[in-house]
C-alpha cells in the first residue's frame, strides 16, 4: 500500500510503489546483491525507496550514489566529511556539532543543506 501522506511530500510513484527499509540491524550485508538491484535498479521502474541506515559506510556505494534526498543527523567527523564529499555540500560537516532532533537535509544532490529540526 502507497503511503499517501508521502505523497504529499512528491514523492509519488511514476506505476510503481512506495517502499521503507531500516537496515541498521538488518540481516543483509552491505554487498547484498539482492538489496544493491533493489535500490538501484527498481528506481527505472518508477520505485520510490526510503533506506535508513546508521552508518553511511554501511550503505553500499551504489545505493549511496543513486540518494537524491539526504536527511543526516549528528554524525562523526569523518562521515561528516563523507557525506560532505559525496553530496558536494560543505555545509554537511556540521553534522558533528548537531544536538539531538536537529539534522541536515539535502532535498536534491544540487540544493543546499538545510538545518532543519524534528517537531515533538
Same mark, same amino acid.
Given at each position: 500500500?502507497?503511503?499517501?501522506?508521502?505523497?504529499?511530500?512528491?514523492?509519488?510513484?511514476?506505476?510503481?510503489?512506495?517502499?521503507?527499509?531500516?537496515?541498521?540491524? #538488518?540481516?543483509? #550485508?552491505?554487498?547484498?546483491?539482492?538489496?544493491?538491484?533493489?535500490?538501484?535498479?527498481?528506481?527505472?521502474?518508477?520505485?520510490?525507496?526510503?533506506?535508513?541506515?546508521?552508518?553511511?559506510?554501511?550503505?553500499?556505494?551504489?545505493?549511496?550514489? +543513486?540518494?537524491?534526498?539526504?536527511?543526516?543527523?549528528?554524525?562523526?567527523?569523518?562521515? #561528516?566529511?563523507?557525506?560532505?564529499?559525496?553530496? +558536494?555540500?560543505?555545509?554537511?560537516?556540521?553534522?558533528? +556539532?548537531?544536538?539531538?532532533?536537529?539534522?541536515?537535509?539535502?532535498?536534491?544532490?544540487?540544493?543546499?543543506?538545510?538545518?532543519?529540526?524534528?517537531?515533538?
Amino acid at each position: 500500500a502507497i503511503n499517501r501522506q508521502r505523497l504529499a511530500d512528491g514523492l509519488e510513484p511514476l506505476g510503481g510503489f512506495w517502499a521503507s527499509m531500516e537496515l541498521s540491524d #538488518a540481516a543483509a #550485508a552491505k554487498y547484498d546483491e539482492r538489496v544493491r538491484k533493489l535500490f538501484t535498479e527498481g528506481r527505472h521502474d518508477g520505485h520510490v525507496f526510503n533506506y535508513l541506515a546508521q552508518r553511511g559506510v554501511q550503505v553500499h556505494p551504489d545505493i549511496r550514489e +543513486n540518494c537524491v534526498r539526504l536527511y543526516l543527523f549528528a554524525c562523526l567527523g569523518d562521515a #561528516a566529511k563523507e557525506w560532505s564529499r559525496e553530496f +558536494n555540500d560543505v555545509e554537511l560537516k556540521k553534522a558533528v +556539532n548537531l544536538r539531538p532532533r536537529y539534522f541536515m537535509l539535502k532535498t536534491g544532490r544540487f540544493e543546499k543543506a538545510q538545518l532543519c529540526t524534528l517537531k515533538v
